[in-house]
């Protein structure tokens, strides 16, 4: 799901920015989803192939790519992090 609304984030950055983008790349950290992405010969539950089927519409599997997950900054929201593991920029 999480790569799906990438997807659909993407497409809607791009219809509504007047900017020039020649090229997206997108992450996960979820080796089964890129898996998943970049597999188009296994058959998939309904509900996961309507979703791969969006994300394939409209990118290709060479723009994803993995990131370990203790490298996934998007992470840090759901861990139980301190307040002393964010590094303010300015103090």
Do not use: Y
Not at 32 to 40: A, D, M, R, S, T
Not at 58 to 75: K, M, R, S
Request: aromatic share 6%.
């Amino acid at each position: 799901m999480a790569s799906l609304m990438a997807v659909r984030t993407s497409n809607l950055m791009k219809a509504e920015l007047d900017l020039a983008i020649d090229h997206v790349v997108f992450w996960t950290d979820s080796l089964k989803v890129l898996q998943c992405i970049k597999n188009e010969t296994r058959r998939f539950h309904r509900f996961v192939a309507t979703r791969l089927d969006e994300i394939h519409e409209h990118t290709t599997p060479d723009q994803w790519h993995h990131v370990p997950g203790i490298l996934n900054p998007a992470d840090d929201g759901s861990r139980a992090l301190l307040i002393e593991a964010f590094e303010p920029e300015c103090q």
